[in-house]
């Protein structure tokens, strides 16, 4: 129980703009609002929760947990972290025509790899002789920021609303591991190794490790359409299109080799041999050079109903997508496009969720969702209080995580709007 009561704590961000109107028909805007939202969001296809369990609250991982993770799920692990914490003022020149200043602290690490990754991390090579591992397309990246956005929201015609923001980036941290080609045949009783590799890294300076440390800048866009008419609207919006540039100081490595280690043989272990086989060689070709990394593109396509019922109040569906290519190769084509949306990691999801009067103040969302960063299906539930110049809301993209024994992802949003 206090497992569960600590992981509802942790389920706690992100509701980009309080809804009023939408969730219980207030008419009347504030001309100064100010918002605070939290989020925490840990997802993957087959983390076991004992291992979970060991991360958020420390422990031993013992050789049964990682089997449990290596057997559960299928042979490609992803596995994405995200941590936001934000406050947004937002100034209404009228009801339908506003500026608005976030500020907001973002933490992301994306990653997948296979089982064969994980036998070697934890169990090495012993136990797979006369077997050849495979551990070619892992990609684990990382990042650390700072976003400060102006945007502005205007209105066109009656139904028509244009959502526009530039944002400022402040680069702290980027850390970027990909294995293109990676693999290693271990001979019965050790006897020879065989070990191929093609691996790349680029990572900022790592002299200056302060969480808020300026090792890059970078910019981004936001912009989005509605037409919102008496009974139902619908939309596209693109979120966080940008990048960010990296200083000279920052370091691209690779490496791409293959060697054959067979062994050392003793025969007077008073006049031990010189040991220095190509095993002890491997080495990055490390460069020092500025680079550039982009941060998640999120693209909606939005549609809601309103319902004329005693409780349910509205209907929305949505299709979120991701873009966010490991870097440039070539300029800006044809090819960084498409290949934004595959090494995103994020497959297209469908979002369906309603509102519900609850009671006086009190409202809740409850919806569903497939695809994203895990193959499950996701169950959304969030509870809002709402006064006159009060909106709180607390809530959970993974409701149904909360009540299984496996858990494999939580999440979780918090978010306190007041006006003035």
Not at 298 to 314: D, E, G, Q, V
Request: glycine fraction near 6%; aromatic fraction near 16%.
């Amino acid at each position: 129980m206090k497992r569960r009561f600590i992981y509802l704590l942790i389920c706690l961000p992100l509701i980009s703009k309080a809804q009023y109107g939408v969730v219980c028909g207030v008419v009347e805007i504030d001309p100064h609002v100010i918002t605070m939202n939290n989020y925490i969001s840990i997802e993957s296809d087959d983390l076991d929760t004992d291992f979970l369990n060991t991360m958020l609250f420390g422990g031993f991982i013992t050789d049964e947990m990682k089997d449990n993770w290596i057997n559960q799920g299928d042979d490609n692990n992803r596995l994405n972290a995200e941590l936001t914490n934000s406050i947004k003022y937002e100034y209404s020149i009228d009801q339908s025509k506003s500026y608005y200043f976030q500020f907001a602290d973002i933490n992301c690490i994306n990653s997948s790899f296979n089982d064969d990754l994980l036998k070697l991390a934890f169990h090495g090579n012993y136990d797979y002789q006369d077997e050849t591992l495979d551990f070619s397309n892992t990609i684990v990246r990382a990042d650390r920021y700072q976003q400060y956005k102006f945007g502005y929201n205007h209105p066109i015609g009656y139904a028509w609303q244009i959502n526009t923001a530039l944002s400022y980036l402040n680069g702290n941290h980027h850390a970027q591991f990909n294995i293109n080609k990676g693999t290693l045949y271990t001979s019965s009783l050790g006897s020879s190794l065989d070990l191929n590799y093609d691996i790349n890294a680029m990572m900022t300076d790592t002299s200056n490790l302060s969480v808020f440390a300026g090792n890059g800048n970078g910019v981004a866009m936001d912009f989005s359409i509605y037409v919102d008419n008496l009974n139902e609207g619908y939309g596209i919006a693109i979120r966080d299109l940008g990048y960010i540039n990296w200083n000279e100081n920052s370091i691209i490595a690779n490496t791409d080799s293959n060697f054959t280690f067979m062994g050392i043989e003793v025969e007077d272990f008073n006049n031990l041999p010189e040991f220095n086989d190509s095993i002890m060689d491997i080495s990055f070709n490390n460069n020092k050079t500025n680079f550039r990394s982009f941060i998640p593109t999120k693209i909606t396509l939005n549609y809601w109903k309103y319902l004329n019922h005693k409780y349910f109040r509205s209907l929305s569906i949505k299709s979120h997508s991701r873009w966010q290519p490991y870097e440039v190769k070539g300029g800006i084509n044809w090819d960084l496009f498409n290949r934004g949306f595959s090494e995103s990691g994020y497959k297209t999801s469908l979002d369906v969720r309603t509102n519900i009067d609850l009671a006086y103040y009190l409202y809740s969302t409850l919806g569903f969702s497939v695809g994203g960063f895990t193959d499950e299906t996701k169950i959304h539930f969030a509870l809002s209080v709402i006064t006159e110049r009060l909106h709180f809301t607390i809530g959970t993209y993974h409701l149904n995580e909360l009540f299984k024994d496996d858990k494999t992802s939580i999440s979780g949003y918090i978010t306190l709007s007041t006006g003035f």
